[in-house]
């Protein structure tokens, strides 16, 4: 998902979190003596650590504990993007596993192993265990209790992925943290809702907000999406009742779609009758929480849609995305860079050379830039979209990352057992679609016989399924 993860939480959670836990805090009447300087200075990191050694001290009882949770949270919330950053870092830095007395209880275990009594040995287990849970990790779950406490990690977990990438301490802290959301963040504990446009207007903004593959524009785009003939699902977490996790958006047309902008046109596009539609089209999927990173959500929901959409609509037969291919032109350039012409059919580049009026170094790149220059011109288009096709398939199913397609979107249906049906030519003819696949898109098919063998043939061999279409541009 193409999101800002940087620096700051969202205004409206701050507020929310700000009023939630000072209402706990004055309710168990604990107090924070003295403030905190916004960009927590050494001097001020000493005395938000003794906070939080009382928090992970667990004196006073349950209620004590959430208020001390509650202020540790408030403090932070209230600092701005120095002083977040110097909170994580003492938190990555003083707050990780004990190592001395890990390795300790790791000898003593190592005593009892294979053959030493087994009580003591199950004991110096549960120590290991013990040991291994960082104080860092139990001071966040103590968060999980919190009004939007969830929201609040989910947050935190966004700015440490940002982090993380600058400096390597914060990745410990970060993948700490990933755990623990992973395991609140079971499939088992996300509820699928269909969203439609009688949905509080908060939501609706959200899912314009999250949008990361088709950006909307304004309200008539949303409520497009939303027509008879259109569906919405998302997931969503009870402890976050107001936040998609991730979202589809789905098209129930006749045939597989081939162009994008038709299935977002809100002028000239006529909205079909539902029943009548033998095909889903998923043509849009965004991760809304950028803290989830990492947690697979995606294949669960593809499943739990299609089977949602087979039960409401029994003439639908046909379940099919109409994806970008952001790697191709990427891929492409860097080819060209190494190949140069050789990159092409002898009868290829005779045809190419007829009609272009510079060299195929200079003119393929342009094709990934400004469509105007050739899609619009007939000879040209004509010459380039045999090329460019077959380069596009061959991206696909042989450019690979270990055993893994190349293609980031191609792994992702790939891995959840879709097979390659077909590529579309000039399916996306927005800028970003040029500037990602040359205008290129792709349909991926989800056979219900087909899921798991195509699912176990990728994961376990990093074998494809391709279609007879697909396979003719090779």
């Known amino acids: ?56 001290e667990g004196a006073g009882g349950d209620v004590s504990q959430r208020a001390r949770a509650a202020d540790v949270g408030r403090t932070y919330l ?41 009580l003591l040995r199950y004991k110096a287990e549960a120590k290991l265990r013990r040991l291994l849970k960082s104080p860092r990790i139990q001071l966040l779950s103590q968060f999980n209790a919190l009004p939007e406490g969830v929201k609040f990690l989910v947050d935190m977990r ?16 970060e993948e700490d943290l990933k755990q623990l959301l992973a395991s609140w963040f079971d499939v088992g504990f996300l509820e ?24 909307v524009r304004h309200w008539s785009d949303i409520k497009n ?3 008879a003939d259109r569906r919405c699902y998302a997931f969503f977490h009870h402890q976050m009742p107001g936040e998609p996790i991730i979202y589809v ?34 043509y849009s999927i965004s991760n809304a929480q950028a803290g989830l990173k990492g947690i697979s959500f995606g294949n669960f929901l593809i499943k739990r849609v299609v089977n949602a959409l087979a039960l409401d609509f029994e003439n639908l037969k046909t379940f099919v995305t109409l994806s970008p291919i952001p790697g191709f032109c990427p891929w492409l350039q860097q080819q060209l860079a190494d190949q140069g012409a050789g990159l092409l059919l002898k009868a290829e580049r005779k045809a190419l050379e007829s009609v272009l009026d510079e060299p195929l170094e200079l003119a393929f790149p342009r094709m990934c830039k400004d469509q105007s220059l050739w899609y619009r011109q007939q000879a040209k288009e004509k010459a380039i979209r045999g090329p460019l096709m077959r380069l596009c398939a061959t991206y696909l199913s042989e450019a690979k990352s270990g055993s893994n397609a190349l293609d980031p979107v191609a792994h992702f249906h790939l891995s959840n057992g879709a097979s390659m049906e077909r590529i579309n030519w000039l399916a996306d003819t927005s800028a970003k679609g040029f500037r990602q696949s040359a205008g290129m898109m792709m349909n991926y098919l989800y056979k219900a016989s087909r899921i798991e063998k195509n699912h176990e043939a990728y994961s376990s061999a990093g074998k494809i399924q391709q279609s007879g279409s697909f396979k003719a541009n090779l």
């Not at 992925?161 to 914060?170: H, K, M, Y």
Request: aromatic share 8%; net charge negative.
């Open 192 to 215: 699928l809702k269909s969203i439609t446009w009688d949905a509080p207007a908060s939501l609706l903004e959200k899912l314009a907000q999250y949008e990361a593959v088709h950006a």
């Open 225 to 227: 999406r939303m027509a």
């Open 78 to 118: 209230g600092l701005n993007q120095i002083g977040r950053r110097n909170f994580l870092e003492m938190l990555a830095r003083e707050y990780g596993v004990q190592e001395y007395e890990l390795a300790l209880a790791m000898d003593e275990w190592r005593k009892l192993f294979p053959d030493g009594d087994q």
């Open 249 to 282: 958006w789905v098209a129930l047309v006749k045939g597989i779609s081939d162009n994008v902008q038709a299935l977002l046109d809100v002028r000239h596009r006529a909205v079909e009758e539902p029943a009548e539609a033998d095909t889903a089209v998923f």
């Open 1 to 56: 998902m193409d999101q800002n993860e940087h620096a700051t939480f969202p205004h409206r959670t701050i507020e929310y979190l700000r009023r939630g836990w000072s209402s706990i805090t004055e309710a168990a009447l604990v107090r924070i003596t003295g403030n905190v300087r916004d960009d927590l200075p050494e001097e001020d990191q000493q005395r938000l650590a003794k906070q939080i050694d009382e928090c992970l």
């Open 158 to 173: 966004a700015e440490l992925i940002s982090l993380a990438r600058e400096d390597a301490v914060f990745k410990p802290l």
